[in-house]
């Protein structure tokens, strides 16, 4: 049974950094599809950040150069560094993999797995 484990989030002021986790049992993080998705109250699930194939990254326009998506297969975790962080990026962020390896970014719809969140407040 595949289980996906947040960790990380909490609140933090504009301007901040978080790294969120995501350690996956019963999963390898090989070159799959794996990526970060985040859902405000009363809004669709976005994706966010991923991981494809060999290591192709994937992020969202409004994140761009402000989160960084990585892997450590050693350790069969996922991360999301997030820096200079904005009140608009408050929301409940989600792990999530899949079986396939491509094509998968930015829909929630190719992924298999989710993790149940970590929240993410952002106070200006």
């Known amino acids: 049974q595949v289980q996906l484990v947040e960790s990380g989030g909490g609140p933090v002021q504009a301007g901040g950094s978080l790294r969120l986790s995501c350690a996956a049992f019963g999963y390898t993080y090989n070159s799959a599809c794996v990526g970060w998705f985040r859902q405000a109250p009363g809004e669709e699930r976005e994706g966010v950040a991923a991981i494809e194939g060999l290591g192709s990254t994937y992020y969202a326009d409004s994140v761009k150069g402000r989160f960084t998506i990585s892997k450590d297969n050693s350790k069969n975790t996922l991360y999301l560094q997030m820096n200079s962080l904005k009140p608009e990026d408050t929301a409940m962020y989600y792990c999530?993999?899949?079986?396939?390896?491509?094509?998968?970014?930015?829909?929630?719809?190719?992924?298999?797995?989710w993790g149940r969140g970590t929240q993410v407040t952002v106070s200006s």
């Open positions: 999530a993999a899949a079986e396939s390896r491509t094509y998968c970014f930015p829909s929630p719809r190719r992924y298999d797995y």
